[in-house]
């Protein structure tokens, strides 16, 4: 909703805010495996510019459901996404900080 937001304030129009989305879900793992692994920065910059077609794809798809009632839509959020970042917070060893 936030992304959405931001978007349309800067002009940006919903397919622009469903790639951007798109692109996040790739981006955060894709960060968090150079932290984690020691993998190549730039191979991973690499990966991401190929798959450039397939997030685009993506955000298509995605946008295409917003026609859709939203009890038809696979989920309306990843709670324990949420409670597993809530509980990383209090753990005595974290994997990395942001």
Not at 57 to 64: E, I, M, Y
Not at 78 to 96: G, I, K, Q, S
């Amino acid at each position: 909703l936030v992304l959405g937001a931001g978007v349309a304030l800067a002009g940006g129009d919903p397919t622009l805010a469903a790639r951007a989305a798109a692109l996040g879900v790739c981006t955060g793992p894709a960060s968090a495996a150079v932290r984690l692994l020691g993998l190549d920065p730039y191979g991973a910059q690499r990966i991401l510019a190929e798959l450039a077609p397939e997030i685009d794809d993506c955000g298509s798809l995605a946008l295409s459901s917003t026609a859709s009632e939203p009890q038809s839509l696979a989920a309306d959020g990843a709670p324990a996404l949420d409670l597993r970042a809530d509980h990383h917070l209090t753990t005595e060893v974290r994997l990395f900080a942001s």
